[in-house]
């Protein structure tokens, strides 16, 4: 994998998928058993922890609480030996960024969840360098406190122009921080790009389940030949199929899997010559205060629709119709996952 | 069904108080969340009109009996809590059934309450099953079974969904809401999870530092909050804030801001010389061309949010705005944009955080 200069990358994968093995190889932390590592076009693999220049925020960041805040902060860098007045200069930076100046005499049980989180984040950016990194630091917090620390981490990472390497299992998290995201799982890279190119064009059914919230409605699908052109036969309905450039649909490929992000479920859209649609009764609406998450039973199968506050009418009934984009939908193979179609002749 | 009035009800842990003097009624038959932060004094609350705490001072009231001397069994309460109470050398069935026996109801009623119960929970594969070998999920659907089989007037639930599966946190969703509606019992359910509450209540009450904030219904407190508190709480992300100076000696009052091409009027400013705008992000508006109620912004930051939509950060003048628009409206980041905000959309809040109550005009 290659990460490039000055982006906020971040390496997303469900619990156990090998994000933090990785991270703490990048850190130095751990030693690979094959490979090479690279940081600023050098081979670091041999190079001790200490010695590669990263600033790095662990997990849980315990704080020392004899330490006052700006003792805290200031220790990695007076670990490296570094002059009181390059301390002081840095401290006051971090603790500018992350809004916790008045907090630098403070001591650790004085603080609020939130601002001992700032806390240990300052700590990780004193060191002055390109590359940053974050093991999950904020896993556990409650989603508000999430939101505030988030839009401090985008600007932190604005104002320093630096490296951000992060890692996460939450969805959410990892669509609203990454420019670049690497989607791994079950220790391996499946595929990677802008969070945009992952997003919509995903190349692997796992990539469309895992980065999506709601999750993404996967239906097992058929391809036949019907009348000279191809067809993906499921138990809801049958749709043409527009194969990905280059790709020659062959036999084995016969058994696929169908994609369809909830916000292709669409309430209330008029039948048109390139959608589907299909009868659904609702099972119960999930209210995000401007949004709905619309559970939906479709001749027997449990499938997510997703609708704005403002399209809230459309749900009144219990008995609705849902269309389709029949471009929208997306097909992988069933063998390797890969992305061979979409929807649409 | 009795309601559940509380009277300056207050409780203080040496330097700490957790409620602060709560006057709230819990409407009969109706589904009541207990909203707030952790720390809020919700569960407190909670406790107290359980008879499992005590209150420092003021009174508890079901349909007006004071009931704060209570003993909690002669309260007629069924409670739920976060961790499921069950008893482990027991079956299922036998784990519902024993309150019903202990209420001493004939062996044709206690069969015919479990079948009720077991249908919605969808339990029936489990009942033979020792409650020792069911999962923590399956077995917070047993709690649950047992507590309201019974029938109790008032059903009280403390963050039961905290420790469950993602799978079976949707399941116990539904299956509350349809016994909810089915049962037609008083019910207070104190959750931090604010889809939960929404999802679940008929009305919330938002709790924050002990107080209750506001009593609304989900729609009209995500619309309408009545404190910036409950504008930054609710919503993912919450409230746009933007404060503004108010014109003195003018009647109506004018207000300028970089998101109105145009100066506002503001009919009542209640005194207040400096007020603070609320903008929910989905009610900051792209336009695809130049209106006369668009002003021009600049997308500074852009990702992705629930549900495919964009999530903005837009920049007007020294004004920055969360914007969230529907999937698929590309905009690239350092792009200029003309955005419209609807003068009606807009929540007006004065130097205590409260709303004002007035309406802006254009």
């Known amino acids: 994998m290659k990460i490039d200069s000055g982006v906020f990358a971040v390496i997303f994968g469900p619990p156990g998928c090998g994000k933090s ?37 662990p997990q849980s960041f315990a704080l020392y ?104 299992s939450d969805t959410l998290e990892a669509m609203i921080l990454a420019e670049q995201i690497f989607i791994l799982d079950g220790g391996r890279i499946l595929e990677h790009g802008s969070l945009e190119d992952m997003y919509y064009t995903p190349g692997n059914i796992r990539t469309m389940e895992l980065l999506g919230f709601p999750e993404a409605n996967v239906l097992n699908g058929e391809l036949l030949q019907r009348d000279g052109s191809l067809i993906c036969k499921t138990k809801l309905f049958d749709f043409p199929v527009k194969p990905e450039a280059g790709m020659i649909v062959k036999e084995e490929h016969r058994e696929v899997f169908v994609g369809i992000r909830p916000q292709d479920m669409k309430p209330g859209l008029k039948r048109q010559k390139d959608t589907l649609s299909a009868e659904a009764r609702i099972i119960l609406k999930e209210d995000l205060g401007g949004e709905f998450i619309v559970h939906l039973d479709i001749n027997g199968l449990r499938l997510l629709s997703f609708v704005r506050q403002d399209d809230l009418y459309l749900l009144s009934d219990e008995e609705i119709t849902i269309g389709i984009p029949m471009e929208e939908i997306v097909i992988f193979s069933s063998e390797d996952g890969t992305r061979i179609g979409r929807g649409g002749g | 069904m009795p309601n559940i009035h509380t009277e300056n009800l207050r409780k203080e842990y040496r330097e ?86 202990q209420a001493k109801l004939s062996e044709g009623e206690r069969k015919k309450r479990i079948e009720e119960v077991v249908g919605v929970l969808d339990l029936e594969d489990s009942l033979e099953k020792n409650i020792g070998d069911l999962d923590s999920s399956t077995r917070q659907k047993v709690a649950v079974a047992r507590a309201i089989a019974r029938k109790p007037q008032i059903i009280l639930f403390d963050e039961p969904l905290t420790n469950v599966d993602v799978n079976t946190k949707v399941q116990l969703k539904e299956a509350l809401k349809k016994l909810t509606i089915q049962l037609k019992q008083t019910i207070v359910y104190v959750t931090h999870d604010q889809t939960e509450a929404m999802t679940l209540a008929d009305q919330i009450a938002l709790m924050n530092q002990g107080e209750i904030v506001q009593q609304d219904t989900p729609r009209a407190l995500y619309n309408h909050p009545s404190d910036v508190f409950g504008g930054w709480f609710l919503g993912n992300p919450g409230m746009n804030f933007i404060e503004v100076h108010v014109e003195d000696g003018k009647k109506p009052a004018k207000v300028k801001c970089a998101i109105f091409p ?101």
């Open chain 1, 21 to 57: 093995v990785l991270l703490r190889l990048l850190t130095g932390l751990e030693t690979p058993t094959e490979g090479k590592i690279f940081m600023r076009e050098e081979d670091v693999t041999g190079v001790p922890s200490g010695e590669r220049s990263i600033g790095y925020v």
């Open chain 1, 65 to 168: 609480p004899h330490f006052k805040v700006y003792e805290n902060i200031s220790y990695p860098l007076r670990l490296i030996g570094a002059k009181k007045a390059e301390i002081d200069e840095a401290v006051k930076r971090a603790a500018h960024m992350l809004r916790i100046t008045p907090l630098l005499e403070k001591y650790p049980d004085q603080l609020s969840g939130g601002e001992k989180q700032r806390v240990a984040l300052a700590r990780g950016i004193t060191k002055k360098t390109g590359i940053y990194v974050f093991d999950d630091p904020l896993s556990g917090l409650d989603f508000k406190l999430r939101e505030q620390l988030i839009d401090d981490l985008k600007e932190m990472q604005e104002a320093l122009g630096a490296t951000f390497i992060y890692t996460t």
């Open chain 2, 16 to 101: 700490v108080t957790a409620v602060r003097d709560v006057t709230i009624t819990f409407p009969t038959s109706t589904v009541t969340c207990l909203l707030g932060p952790s720390g809020c004094g919700k569960t407190t609350l909670l406790r107290m009109i359980a008879g499992l705490e005590k209150p420092t001072s003021g009174e508890i009231y079901f349909d007006n009996v004071p009931a704060t001397s209570l003993e909690p069994e002669k309260r007629n309460i069924g409670m739920v809590f976060q961790y499921p109470v069950v008893y482990r050398g027991l079956n299922v069935y036998r784990n519902i059934d024993l309150p019903l026996a």
């Open chain 2, 262 to 362: 145009k100066d506002i009027q503001l009919p009542d400013t209640h005194g207040e010389n400096r007020v603070t705008l609320g903008v929910r992000p989905e009610n900051v508006r792209i336009l695809k061309a130049k209106s006369e109620t668009a002003v021009r912004a600049q997308v500074i930051r852009k990702s992705i949010q629930v549900g495919g939509q964009y999530l903005l950060l837009l920049k007007i003048g020294d004004v920055v705005l969360k914007s969230k628009v529907p999937p698929k409206l590309g905009y690239g980041v350092r792009k200029e944009v003309w955005i419209e905000v609807l003068v009606s959309q807009v929540v007006v809040f004065g130097k205590n955080g409260r709303r004002i109550e007035t309406k802006l005009e254009k």
